[in-house]
Antibody, heavy 120, light 108 residues
Framework: EVQLLESGGGVVQPGGSLRLSCVASGFSFDAYAMHWVRQVPGKGLEWVSLISRDGGSTQYGDSMKGRFTISRDNSKNSLYLQMNSLRSEDSAFYYC?????????????WGQGTLVTVSS | EIVLTQSPAILSLSPGERATLSCRAS??????LAWYQQKPGQAPRLLISDASNRATGIPARFSGSGSGTDFTLTISSLEPEDFAVYYCQQRYSWPPLTFGGGTRVEIK
């Protein structure tokens, strides 16, 4: 069974940093690009970032550029999101998602999410 | 950035009725559009890719249509488990990959 399990969320002060992790199982992790998508509770979805299969290429949403860094360790089947200079508007559930089989840049499946709260 | 506008925001229907959800793109995305379902407390799930292709395991009552700027997700006969929020997403022009604001299908 394909599974994605995020961790690392929590409460952080504005301007602070947090590192999210996502551990994958049930598929060949290094064969898929991976994404982070976020969702303010009760609101819509916002794409955050993409990393290629080998980690050599990354992309970010405009509001995350320069503050967030996506990375992966294929030897550990793990995806990461380093978030710096956090703002209140970054408070959200953060989901890791695999690219859909044969459909790059669609998301399937998703992890259960980890909640980040930026508050003083 | 391509903006996706979903309508209606809320759709109130009874089990067994037909649901028709709309997604309009600010410019053509050809058929590079997906639909997702999200139930309370759960992550989204891919339903439809490339406008009309059902994902693995998705029941046949879900169908997608459209191209260019206008897309439709149809649920032919609502089951109790179909009451949820539905999002469209485009991959034609990115970054960024963008989502619509969602349509909530609620029990009437």
């Amino acid at each position: 069974e394909v599974q994605l399990l995020e961790s690392g969320g929590g409460v952080v002060q504005p301007g602070g940093s947090l590192r999210l992790s996502c551990v994958a199982s049930g598929f060949s992790f290094d064969a898929y690009a991976m994404h982070w998508v976020r969702q303010v509770p009760g609101k819509g979805l916002e794409w955050v970032s993409l990393i290629s299969r080998d980690g050599g290429s990354t992309q970010y949403g405009d509001s995350m550029k320069g503050r967030f860094t996506i990375s992966r360790d294929n030897s550990k089947n793990s995806l990461y999101l380093q978030m710096n200079s956090l703002r209140s508007e970054d408070s959200a559930f953060y989901y890791c998602a695999r690219e859909a089989s044969q459909h790059p840049n669609y998301f399937d499946p998703w992890g259960q999410g980890t909640l980040v709260t930026v508050s003083s | 950035e391509i903006v996706l506008t979903q309508s209606p925001a809320i759709l109130s229907l009874s089990p067994g009725e037909r649901a028709t959800l709309s997604c309009r793109a600010s410019q053509s995305v050809y058929t590079s559009l997906a639909w997702y379902q999200q139930k309370p407390g759960q992550a989204p799930r891919l339903l439809i890719s490339d406008a009309s292709n059902r994902a693995t395991g998705i029941p046949a009552r879900f169908s997608g249509s459209g191209s260019g700027t206008d897309f439709t997700l149809t649920i032919s006969s609502l089951e109790p488990e179909d009451f949820a929020v539905y999002y469209c997403q485009q991959r034609y022009s990115w970054p960024p990959l963008t989502f619509g604001g969602g349509t909530r299908v609620e029990i009437k």
